[in-house]
């Protein structure tokens, strides 16, 4: 089975930057679509970016629009999450998922075959 660990989060200022990686250990997962969410408190979880097999399309949040990128390296088995611009409201855990099923899967949460355990982002004024 495929296991996702996330890293890379912490507190910024407002304005300034982090890049979150999520490694895949277990089997590859070559042929996964790949995306990032994220859960503020007393919120439900909600889609970030997605990009599929092998790294084409991307897709992302209306709220993160060029904003934030997602990128994928194969060779490693990570994706990324480049988040620039960042604001108080990105205040979140993060978290990364694997499907195999493509992005669109992935962008609507059906039943993600994998998921991280969250990194947190705290943004401050």
């Known amino acids: 089975q495929v296991q996702l660990v996330e890293s890379g989060g912490g507190l910024v200022q407002a304005g300034g930057s982090l890049r979150l990686s999520c490694a895949a250990s277990?089997?590859?997962?070559?042929?996964?679509?790949m995306g990032w969410f994220r859960q503020a408190p007393g919120k439900e979880r909600e889609f970030v970016a997605a990009?599929?097999?092998?790294?084409?399309?991307?897709y992302y949040a209306d709220s993160v629009k060029g904003r934030f990128t997602i990128s994928r390296d194969n060779a490693k088995n990570t994706v990324y999450l480049q988040m620039n611009s960042l604001k108080p409201e990105d205040t979140a855990v993060y978290y990364c998922?694997?499907?195999?099923?493509?992005?669109?899967?992935?962008?609507?949460?059906?039943?993600?075959?994998?998921w991280g355990q969250g990194t947190l982002v705290t943004i401050s004024s």
């Open positions: 998922a694997a499907d195999p099923r493509g992005t669109r899967t992935i962008m609507a949460q059906r039943g993600l075959e994998v």
């Open positions: 990009i599929g097999w092998p790294g084409y399309n991307t």
């Open positions: 277990g089997r590859t997962f070559s042929g996964y679509a």
